[in-house]
């Protein structure tokens, strides 16, 4: 099954780490346990030649 997470930016200005918290309306709705995250890059800031990202972790709480 498929299950939005919601969309996110990435601040050029920010530190370049940064969290993005899935709002509870959201979250309250999946209460399974998820073999894979997709993450679909929309716009890399109009840098044609390339989209980099080092990391993308991913924290959650075990389903009851």
């Not at 990435?10 to 993005?20: C, E, H, I």
Request: contains cysteine; charged residues 20%.
């Amino acid at each position: 099954f498929n299950f939005f997470l919601g969309k996110y930016e990435y601040d050029l200005n920010g530190r370049p780490a940064q969290v993005f918290n899935v709002p509870e309306s959201i979250a309250s709705k999946g209460n399974q346990r998820v073999r894979a995250i997709m993450m679909r890059v929309l716009n890399n800031h109009e840098n044609p030649k390339f989209t980099c990202l080092y990391r993308l972790q991913v924290h959650g709480v075990l389903p009851s």
